[in-house]
């Protein structure tokens, strides 16, 4: 293999070290704040000795968050799963403009800073001082942000299969609707779900824009929380708390790549030309 | 299968309801509110008459603008050569330049911190090097770096899956005509690419427009648009202006994208 990678020319070595220096650049910065997060003294450096007790004052002052932030991303799932994928199905089935203006709606959120959209929640409702006080007042706004990516990952599944013949297969042999549906057209668009549902979770957890309008002292979110210590804690703090974040969201985000893979990129690749 | 239609409209209610109710009579009543303070409708005037409002406005544009170019540059590099050449460790290479697709801006920031703040590795490097800390994580050009990192996992995975369907006989049709490096690059590969980084260049400029997060992080002093909503609303409780400048940065971010989509035809829909 070393006698292959010797012919490589030298653009190969020249491209090689530019994309392993952006590698490092989105890299290295995660594992310093990993090793910030468990230091003893960033001031004096890691020799000042590894330390639990910035992870255990962040986890006994900003636990509330962690756990708020889990009860919206799993209840953003829940109502992005049920409003979601049955719209995809139906964005699926007819497709004219009228569905493709739904779609172009529905994805708006995404476009729309995330500002504006709280600002306008806030000018609606905010005079609805149990609602506006409430953590489902920032669920509201998760939804509308994450629902256009379960709708696309749907979307994206349902219409590179052949549903229109699957449903007409089934139909004929007697199934009703509500039996296709749950019979054909769920378990077909398992991966597009599992996708979406993947992206909904991260997507929830991380957000701010919207969140740091919507929030009150009492619905404070991990995002909300991070800011928080960012702006007014010293660096090890930040760091730890930062650190629980990673623990949570790298799982997410590595599933979400083994999610996306297509099947053939599973298959063992040559690894040399 | 005419005798479904009843079930597709039950089924595509519920979210369209959520939609309309939570979405559009919301944005409606924002954009009445933009024109019911002192200045009235010339409040969505002020954004682009008004000095500070415009300066903003401005350095708002040109950084999304600066972010783009430089990450569809870095992402169209790394990710071609990902897609094109096979050697140990690709696989892993691929996944950690994508891992940091969905880290909040918050986070963003905090990583720009620890490159290049107070007590950051850069300052650290230029200290050793030429015996002065270079610490820039709390100006725009912290900001720039911070929606550059932001940016490189997305893009890189647009520019791959595009790059995938890059047919390379003409890449050697035109290398066999006797063209260089670079002519099969600016000639071929880039026009190649271009939905790619028509798609994904809009989704960049988008997000750094309204991005909010990363700057909040960095310091409340840099004068980009979403931090000036910010302090219209939450300082100056200047609801009608903090409603007609989102408006206007909202219509400037759906425009851009609009408009690339547009220009590459479907393709921008599949970017997401």
């Known amino acids: ?273 | 299968m005419r005798d479904d239609r009843l079930w597709l409209v039950a089924l595509l209610a519920p979210a369209a309801i959520v939609f309309i109710a939570f979405f559009l009579l919301p944005l409606g009543r924002l954009f009445l509110i933009g024109g019911s303070g002192p200045m009235g409708w010339g409040a969505y005037a002020a954004a682009f008459t008004e000095a500070r409002y415009l300066k903003s406005l401005v350095s708002t544009v040109l950084l999304s603008a600066g972010v783009t170019v430089v990450t569809l540059a870095i992402s169209g590099l790394a990710g071609v050569f990902l897609q094109r050449n096979r050697f140990t460790g690709r696989a892993l290479l691929t996944a950690l330049l994508t891992l940091p697709l969905a880290f909040p801006g918050v986070v963003i920031g905090f990583m720009v911190i620890m490159l290049a703040g107070r007590q950051g590795l850069i300052p650290d490097i230029t200290d050793a090097l030429v015996g002065e800390r270079l610490v820039f994580a709390y100006s725009m050009a912290g900001l720039f770096m911070g929606y550059v990192y932001f940016s490189i996992p997305r893009t890189i995975l647009t520019v791959m899956a595009s790059a995938e369907k890059l047919d390379p006989r003409i890449e050697e049709a035109a290398r066999s005509l006797g063209a260089g490096r670079w002519r099969v690059v600016r000639d071929v590969i880039v026009p190649g690419l271009k939905p790619a980084f028509l798609s994904a260049g809009a989704i960049c400029f988008a997000t750094a427009m309204g991005a909010f997060g990363t700057a909040f992080t960095l310091a409340t002093r840099i004068n980009v648009l979403p931090m000036v909503i910010y302090t219209e609303f939450t300082l100056q409780a200047n609801l009608a202006m903090a409603a007609a400048l989102s408006f206007v940065l909202g219509a400037i971010t759906w425009a851009a994208l609009a408009l690339a989509r547009t220009a590459a035809g479907s393709s921008v829909a599949a970017a997401g």
Request: glycine content about 8%; some cysteine; aromatic content about 10%.
């Open chain 1, 1 to 273: 293999m070393s006698a292959a990678m010797d012919r490589r020319p030298a653009a190969f070595w020249l491209q090689l070290a530019f994309t392993l220096f952006v590698c490092a650049f989105l890299i290295v910065p995660v594992g310093l704040s990993i090793m910030a997060g468990v230091t003893r003294d960033m001031f004096i450096g890691i020799g000042s000795g590894v330390t639990l007790q910035w992870l255990v004052k962040v986890w006994t002052d900003y636990r509330q968050t962690v756990f708020l932030s889990i009860q919206i991303a799993m209840a953003c799932l829940a109502l992005t799963l049920l409003l979601g994928v049955p719209a995809a199905y139906v964005l699926a089935r007819r497709q004219n403009a009228f569905t493709r203006a739904v779609e172009e709606l529905l994805v708006m959120p995404v476009a729309v800073p995330g500002l504006a959209t709280a600002l306008a929640l806030i000018v609606t409702y905010g005079g609805w001082g149990d609602f506006r006080r409430s953590w489902v007042f920032i669920l509201v706004g998760h939804v509308l942000f994450t629902l256009p990516f379960m709708v696309r990952s749907v979307l994206a599944v349902l219409t590179s299969i052949d549903l229109r013949t699957l449903e007409e297969g089934a139909r004929s042999l007697g199934a009703n609707f509500v039996q296709r549906f749950f019979g054909i057209v769920l378990p077909n668009c398992r991966g597009g779900i599992l996708a979406g549902s993947l992206m909904v979770v991260t997507l929830s957890l991380g957000e701010f824009n919207m969140t740091l309008l919507l929030h009150t002292p009492l619905t404070q979110t991990l995002p909300v929380g991070l800011a928080d210590t960012y702006a007014s804690l010293r660096l090890e703090v930040g760091s730890a708390y930062t650190l629980i974040f990673f623990i949570i969201i790298i799982p997410l985000l590595v599933a979400m790549q083994w999610a996306a893979a297509p099947p053939r990129r599973r298959k063992p690749v040559e690894e040399t030309l």
